[in-house]
């Protein structure tokens, strides 16, 4: 198990970007794939994003390719994923959640059933 600590919420206007972070801490934290969710009111969670043990491998919904960027930096301690969200739209408010599942052969999953491990999540809002 890894405990995940978000950061980098708060209220930004449309166009404009953020940068959310998620610090892992846990014994083998290197070992897990990580992951972007968000969930705005009245909606269920969805993926956004999602970065291998490795950093090789990204992966992203449709919804914020090309405007957001994952990434990890191994080399910190804790281990921390970055969520890069430029151009940022009205529709892009939600809450956001960074999820982590030990995995070898991460595949990108958008089901939360796949990860078993969350953080608190942090706010995200985007003025017009």
């Known amino acids: 198990q890894v405990q995940l600590v978000e950061s980098g919420g708060g209220l930004v206007q449309a166009g404009g970007f953020l940068r959310l972070s998620c610090a892992v801490s846990?014994?083998?934290?290197?070992?897990?794939?990580l992951a972007w969710f968000r969930q705005a009111p009245g909606k269920e969670r969805e993926f956004v994003a999602g970065?291998?043990?490795?950093?090789?491998?990204?992966?992203?919904s449709d919804s914020v390719k090309g405007r957001f960027t994952i990434s990890r930096d191994n080399a910190k301690n804790p281990i921390t994923t970055y969520l890069q969200m430029n151009s940022l739209q009205p529709k892009d408010a939600a809450v956001y959640y960074c999820?982590?599942?030990?995995?070898?052969?991460?595949?990108?999953?958008?089901?939360?059933?796949?990860?078993?491990?969350w953080g608190q999540g942090t706010q995200v809002t985007v003025s017009t």
């Open positions: 970065i291998s043990r490795t950093g090789g491998r990204t992966y992203y």
């Open positions: 999820a982590a599942v030990f995995s070898l052969l991460y595949s990108g999953s958008g089901r939360t059933d796949d990860y078993n491990n």
């Open positions: 846990g014994r083998t934290s290197s070992n897990y794939a």
